[in-house]
C-alpha cells in the first residue's frame, strides 16, 4: 500500500501544477476553466510541430508518450517518459537559456514543478524520475 501511495504522488504532483496555472492563468476569463468541449489528447511518438511547441525548444531526452490541446483555452500540453530527473533539470535550462524566467517553483523529494514565463508565453514543467510534463500557455490572439 505504501508503495502504491508513493507512487502515486508524481502524478498528483503534476495534476495539482496544471490545475493551478490553469486557474492563475484564466483568472480574468468569465468562464470556469475546465468546461471547454474542445479538448483533445493525442498519442504521440514524434515532436508535435504547431504554435505551442515553436515557443519552446524540444527536450533532449525522454520518449513523447501523448499530448493534450484545448485551442479554445490556450494552451497544450506534452506527458514523456523514460527521462531521469536530471534530464528533466537540464531541460528546464535549456529554457531558461531561450529567454523563459522562473516565476515561482515547489519541490519535495520525488518531484519538481516550476513555472517559467517569456513575454506573454507560460510554461509549467513537472518533473520526477521517469517522467516530464510541459504545460504551455499562449495569450488569447
Not at 490545475?19 to 476553466?33: D, G, M, Q, R
Request: charged share 20%; hydrophobic share 40%; proline share 4%.
Amino acid at each position: 500500500m505504501r508503495k502504491t501511495t508513493r507512487s502515486l504522488l508524481p502524478v498528483l504532483f503534476l495534476l495539482i501544477c496544471i490545475f493551478t496555472v490553469t486557474i492563475c492563468l484564466s483568472a480574468t476569463k468569465e468562464k470556469p476553466v475546465l468546461q471547454s468541449s474542445s479538448v483533445s489528447r493525442v498519442k504521440r511518438n514524434k515532436w508535435p510541430d504547431n504554435l505551442y511547441t515553436r515557443e519552446i525548444v524540444r527536450p533532449k531526452a525522454g520518449v513523447l508518450n501523448f499530448a493534450i490541446q484545448n485551442a479554445e483555452d490556450g494552451y497544450y500540453a506534452l506527458f514523456f517518459n523514460e527521462i531521469t530527473k536530471e534530464q528533466g533539470e537540464t531541460y528546464i535550462q535549456d529554457l531558461k537559456d531561450i529567454g523563459f524566467q522562473t516565476v515561482t517553483n515547489a519541490q519535495d523529494f520525488h518531484t519538481e514543478g516550476i513555472l517559467l514565463k517569456k513575454k506573454a508565453v507560460y510554461v509549467s514543467i513537472s518533473i520526477t524520475e521517469g517522467s516530464l510534463g510541459i504545460y504551455i500557455h499562449l495569450p488569447a490572439a
